[in-house]
């Protein structure tokens, strides 16, 4: 079936469902390799009062799919299908078959293009990672938006803020962008983006142009649709220190030992998990927490 074909179908099944009710905004917030406890509505020690409260008011999904790994995930979230039907079946590298191209086919449709072809404005902040292989140490190399490079505005986004690539430092991060449907993305920073201020934390960045796009938006007769796709947590684990001072030395007696177990606890106290499953073997490539060579450094590490 070809993409026209797909896109079709689904503003039909869009324009059915829009008679019957008014268009809601819609936000999307997806993050970057977290575990399933690694927040407090689903057991876990961190403090997360804003995520619990959405549980408490809406749904929490006991039952899922996950394809693991952050390009995959973020190429079945877009599309709806799994990720290999969508080219992205492993990471961004072209392993030479269609399923594994490591960019978005052009025959999969991304709800970013059903919704605004719906009439909704369609806002992404954040990680890309489904557009190819970029070398990051060359940025003045990149073609965004030539073959095997899509970029969220040639995926049906009208505005980005962010980055195509997968990881980078959070505070001194190159190839940050900003582009719309009338101004292709730029480097927000020099030729090559990299921040220089030394206020600049890449989460709250993300977060706060997200907001000003609703802001800019709310006025607007038109519903919108923002996908905001954060790196953290993924590697290089970096955080604000008074983020880390928060959980420095909570881990420190018992480590990841004492944590899993306690999470698997607290997910069957929750009724998140059955009862009767233990709790699965711990990854042989780690040492056991009293065997870690230097406790302190892993403590700060998991804060």
Not at 194 to 201: A, E, G, I, L
């Amino acid at each position: 079936m070809t993409r026209s074909l797909l896109l079709a179908s689904c503003l039909g099944l869009a324009s059915a469902l829009g008679a019957a009710a008014p268009r809601p905004n819609i936000i999307v917030i997806l993050v970057d390799d977290m575990g399933y406890s690694d927040i407090g509505c689903y057991g876990s020690e961190i403090q997360t009062p804003n995520l619990n409260q959405l549980a408490r008011n809406g749904i929490r999904c006991t039952q899922m799919y996950n394809g693991a790994r952050c390009c995959p995930t973020r190429a079945s979230l877009l599309t709806g299908l799994y990720a290999h039907q969508a080219g992205v079946g492993h990471m961004v590298q072209n392993r030479g078959t269609r399923a594994y191209q490591g960019y978005l086919r052009d025959d999969c449709v991304t709800i970013a293009e059903v919704l605004r072809a719906g009439g909704y404005r369609t806002l992404m902040s954040g990680k890309w990672h489904v557009g190819g292989p970029y070398a990051p140490t060359q940025p003045e190399l990149w073609e965004p938006g030539a073959p095997g490079h899509p970029t969220p505005l040639t995926r049906g986004f009208e505005r980005f803020f962010g980055t195509l690539e997968g990881a980078g430092s959070f505070f001194h991060p190159y190839t940050v962008m900003r582009g719309s449907d009338t101004e292709p993305a730029q480097f927000i920073h020099g030729s090559h983006g990299q921040v220089v201020d030394p206020d600049f934390y890449y989460t709250d960045a993300i977060s706060d142009n997200a907001c000003t796009m609703i802001e800019e938006s709310v006025s607007d007769e038109k519903p919108f649709f923002l996908y905001l796709a954060y790196t953290a947590p993924h590697w290089p684990l970096h955080a604000l220190p008074e983020d880390i001072a928060k959980y420095e030395g909570r881990y420190r007696k018992g480590g990841w030992d004492a944590l899993r177990t306690q999470r698997h606890e607290e997910l069957k106290g929750m009724g998140m998990l059955d009862r009767r499953w233990e709790i699965s073997p711990r990854d042989e490539t780690a040492p056991a927490w009293q065997d870690a060579p230097d406790h302190d450094w892993e403590d700060l590490r998991m804060a």
